[in-house]
């Protein structure tokens, strides 16, 4: 290799060191605008959310369940189990929220009502003009 060669390539590998951490900070403010989406809109009219239409329907997306309820309308929390991570569902028959993994269990405030779990859900206001329910997750 003659020397311009090798000058060359110490350049352009210079420029590929500096080059890396700034497209790796790019990537990371990408992830972090798309992690900051803390607004859930939910349009009631759409068929997949039909169930919400009625007292004890419920539908869970986007790690957020949406129960709603005979006594505190519709509500939203976090559905993602404090325990260990599955995902909860809303149980009729005891009127509260219960994990399928480990049968913990919480209140519509997110309160732990029976373990494993040891910490609550996370409750989101909801806001509710005309089919559409805005959730704010922040
Ligand atoms: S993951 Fe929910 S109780 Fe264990």
């Not at 590929?16 to 900070?25: I, K, R």
């Not at 929390?77 to 809303?90: A, D, N, W």
């Not at 480990?102 to 029976?114: K, R, T, W, Y």
Request: with cysteine.
């Amino acid at each position: 290799m003659d020397r311009r060669k090798a000058l060359q390539r110490m350049v352009t590998g210079s420029a590929t060191l500096f080059m890396v951490p700034t497209a790796l900070a790019a990537c990371g403010n990408t992830k972090k605008k798309s992690a900051d989406n803390s607004q859930l809109t939910v349009n009631l009219a759409d068929a997949a959310n039909a169930p919400l239409k009625q007292q004890g329907g419920f539908v869970v997306t986007d790690n957020t369940i949406i129960i709603n309820t005979a006594a505190d309308g519709i509500i939203a929390l976090s559905s993602i189990c404090t325990h260990k991570g599955c995902t909860v569902e809303y149980d009729k028959t005891n009127k509260d929220i219960l994990c399928p993994c480990h049968q913990s269990e919480f209140a519509f405030d997110g309160s732990v009502l029976q373990g494993p779990a040891v910490k609550p859900l996370p409750k989101y206001k909801v806001t509710r003009n005309g089919d559409t329910l805005t959730i704010d997750r922040s």
